[in-house]
T-cell receptor, first 116, second 112 residues
Framework: KAGVTQTPRYLIKTRGQQVTLSCSPISGHRSVSWYQQTPGQGLQFLFEYFSETQRNKGNFPGRFSGRQFSNSRSEMNVSTLELGDSALYLC???????????????FGEGSRLTVL | EDKVVQSPLSLVVHEGDTVTLNCSYEVTNFRSLLWYKQEKKAPTFLFMLTSSGIEKKSGRLSSILDKKELFSILNITATQTGDSAVYLCAVEASGNTGKLIFGQGTTLQVKP
């Protein structure tokens, strides 16, 4: 069974640009969450999607946005990049959100963004 | 504000030692606590503890949850160099499906 796939794995952007990251969840998983990981702040929750609807959002500015498609694949976008946006962006999928289902989040290997 | 605190932040041991990693939390409407291991890539799942499952064991790793005192520990016995990693503790509140609040992580280095 394929795991969570994130693309691109590495990218370099300059301040002011925008970036789009993609996440393909494990087959059958309809919940997709996004996290930002930095050395200073650790892992911080960005948002979570289930069946194309954003159900939960973390404390990030509006420059951070996302969406989910009907096949459960998700994208996140960061506009007007700042130096502080340099981080590892992790996507996780799970079966959570289905009635009565609990369980772990499965993480992808992340997209490492460097903003110059 | 919901919070997760792990201790120690880093730890160096020798192969064969036993280690205990700590995780304390404050969260409204606690639902579950999860432990992950992160090497230089994706965090991998270790355990999930809930009200109905407060003790878990898998090989040399075990974990308990104390819901009264609001903490969890992760024990690793007979450590190996392959156990070197960052260990992450995260909690989830009811109603916040998919939102995990992570601690800072404990960096464990196991020397031969």
């Amino acid at each position: 069974k394929a795991g969570v796939t994130q693309t691109p794995r590495y990218l370099i952007k300059t301040r002011g640009q925008q970036v789009t990251l993609s996440c393909s969840p494990i087959s059958g998983h309809r919940s997709v969450s996004w996290y930002q990981q930095t050395p200073g702040q650790g892992l911080q929750f960005l948002f979570e999607y289930f069946s194309e609807t954003q159900r939960n959002k973390g404390n990030f500015p509006g420059r951070f946005s996302g969406r989910q498609f009907s096949n459960s694949r998700s994208e996140m976008n960061v506009s007007t990049l700042e130096l502080g946006d340099s981080a590892l962006y992790l996507c996780a999928s799970s079966l959570r959100g289905l009635a009565g289902v609990t369980g772990e989040l499965f993480f992808g290997e992340g997209s490492r963004l460097t903003v110059l | 504000e919901d919070k997760v605190v792990q201790s120690p932040l880093s730890l160096v041991v020798h192969e064969g030692d036993t280690v205990t990693l700590n995780c304390s939390y404050e969260v409204t409407n606690f639902r579950s606590l999860l432990w992950y291991k992160q090497e230089k890539k994706a965090p991998t799942f270790l355990f999930m503890l809930t009200s109905s499952g407060i003790e878990k064991k898998s090989g040399r790793l075990s974990s308990i949850l104390d819901k009264k005192e609001l903490f969890s520990i992760l024990n690793i016995t007979a450590t190996q160099t392959g156990d070197s990693a960052v260990y992450l503790c995260a909690v989830e509140a009811s109603g916040n499906t998919g939102k995990l609040i992570f601690g800072q992580g404990t960096t464990l280095q196991v020397k031969p």
